[in-house]
């Protein structure tokens, strides 16, 4: 339907912010503001993530698509 395409391109839509978020990490250490292990390992997760859950969103709002896999896997799924 019209509303979950929209409901699916926003979620994508906000997948950037995950960039500006570990761009804000990177800042951080270095203008040696703040420095912490995790924090310079979150830089490379935050910007990785966008690749990871675009797909995701995909399968999660998009029906046909999530049939498909969970048939690949031989997961039966109960249809709303």
């Not at 912010?17 to 800042?27: P, Q, T």
């Not at 990785?48 to 048939?71: C, G, Q």
């Amino acid at each position: 339907s019209t509303k979950k395409c929209c409901q699916m391109l926003s979620a994508q839509a906000s997948l950037p912010l995950l960039h500006v978020l570990g761009s804000l990490s990177f800042f951080l250490g270095f203008f040696d503001v703040w420095h912490d292990e995790a924090l310079e390992s979150c830089t490379f997760m935050m910007a990785e993530m966008t690749a990871i859950f675009s797909p995701l969103i995909v399968l999660l709002y998009i029906e046909d698509y999530r049939l498909a896999i969970l048939t690949l896997f031989k997961v039966t799924a109960v249809k709303k």
